[in-house]
């Protein structure tokens, strides 16, 4: 077993990090969403993280996903001030982790679409090829490589192209153990139209790769998923279940975390080793997820 995992069969990820500061009363609208606290009120994002904590979680996933060096630099930070932003971002999930009494860090390095705000996350629907896309991610992934992190979370791919670029930069710094996770279409595609099973085997024998998987796709997709990776380890941390409609830009369906905790139990049976959730997850799905697995995980 990995060494990460410290014996334990499955680690458990925290939840949706955006959706637990808005709950807490915070305001994220603007391109740079969560990560803008960071600068303006990063006790807000240490509470956040240590509130996954103490719901169960053992990772904690930094508030770097949207904090991409040009935007920061477009809003009149320095270069060397962006850095010490991402830094921040490592720092606090870390300070939360040690308050908690032990747990992982994990630095998010989210997709070019998140920082082009237009959705393309879900898509893939880049103006970028692999070599731009290595381009782009470079410079934040070095700093991220070399924040003190545990891991990095490569999460919400839509194309494999991105996922090319960040397998690229992964082997130009062999000391960093990492996750990558992918938006899809459907049961069997990345949201691209690649099939998952492709992407997986971009990773396969790995040592730096502790599980590849999915995140921010509808749950019930996620047991289909986890067939398609061919062996290798798997990550799972989905939505809530509820579906954004952008035209009212609402959330509708049901929330439930009950439910949610009794399905991550079934992805960890069919491969996942890391398991959350993702967008409109909350410290009770968490816990729930904890309760669940604790018992799955449980010798019979």
């Given at each position: 077993?990995?060494p990460?995992?410290g014996g334990?069969?499955?680690?458990v990820?925290?939840?949706?990090?955006?959706t637990h500061?808005e709950?807490l009363g915070?305001?994220?609208?603007?391109g740079?969403?969560s990560a803008?606290l960071?600068r303006?009120d990063?006790a807000a994002?240490?509470?956040a993280h240590r509130?996954f904590?103490?719901?169960?979680a053992?990772?904690?996933?930094s508030?770097s996903?949207?904090?991409g060096?040009p935007?920061?630099?477009?809003?009149g930070?320095?270069?060397?001030?962006?850095?010490?932003?991402l830094r921040?971002?490592?720092?606090?999930?870390?300070e939360a982790?040690?308050?908690?009494?032990?747990g992982?860090v994990a630095?998010?390095v989210?997709?070019y679409g998140?920082?082009?705000?237009?959705?393309?996350?879900?898509?893939?629907?880049?103006d970028l090829?692999?070599?731009?896309?290595?381009a782009?991610?470079?410079?934040?992934?070095h700093v991220?490589?070399?924040s003190?992190?545990?891991?990095?979370a490569?999460e919400t791919l839509?194309s494999a192209?991105?996922?090319?670029?960040?397998a690229r930069?992964?082997?130009?710094?062999?000391?960093?153990?990492?996750?990558?996770?992918f938006?899809c279409?459907?049961?069997?595609?990345?949201s691209?139209?690649t099939?998952l099973a492709?992407?997986?085997?971009l990773?396969a024998?790995?040592?730096q790769?502790?599980a590849?998987?999915v995140?921010c796709?509808?749950?019930?997709?996620?047991?289909d998923?986890l067939?398609?990776l061919?062996g290798?380890?798997?990550?799972a941390?989905p939505?809530?279940g509820?579906t954004?409609?952008?035209?009212?830009?609402?959330w509708?369906g049901?929330?439930?975390?009950?439910?949610?905790?009794?399905?991550?139990a079934?992805?960890?049976?069919?491969?996942?080793?890391?398991?959350g959730?993702?967008?409109?997850?909350?410290p009770?799905h968490?816990?729930r997820?904890?309760?669940?697995?604790?018992?799955?995980?449980?010798?019979r």
């Open positions: 077993m990995d990460l995992f334990r069969g499955v680690l990820c925290d939840g949706g990090l955006a500061l709950a915070h305001d994220l609208g603007g740079l969403w803008r960071l303006d990063p994002v240490r509470r509130d904590f103490a719901a169960g053992d990772v904690a996933v508030a996903y949207q904090a060096i935007a920061l630099l477009e809003r930070l320095t270069r060397a001030e962006a850095h010490d932003l921040r971002s490592v720092r606090l999930a870390a982790r040690d308050a908690n009494g032990g992982l630095a998010s989210g997709p998140a920082a082009r705000a237009d959705g393309s996350e879900y898509t893939g629907a880049y090829d692999e070599d731009g896309l290595t782009w991610h470079r410079e934040r992934w991220l490589a070399d003190g992190a545990d891991l990095l490569c839509p192209a991105e996922a090319r670029a960040l930069l992964l082997a130009e710094t062999p000391h960093v153990r990492a996750w990558v996770s938006t279409r459907d049961g069997v595609h990345i691209d139209g099939p492709d992407c997986a085997a990773f024998g790995s040592a790769v502790v590849v998987g995140n796709t509808p749950p019930h997709l996620v047991p998923l067939a398609r061919g290798v380890p798997g990550v941390y939505n809530s509820e954004w409609d952008p035209r009212t830009r609402t509708t049901t929330r439930d975390p009950v439910a949610f905790g009794d399905a991550a079934a992805w960890h049976r069919a491969g996942a080793v890391v398991v959730g993702c967008c409109r997850t909350t009770e968490v816990r997820v904890r309760d669940r697995l604790g018992r799955a995980a449980a010798p």
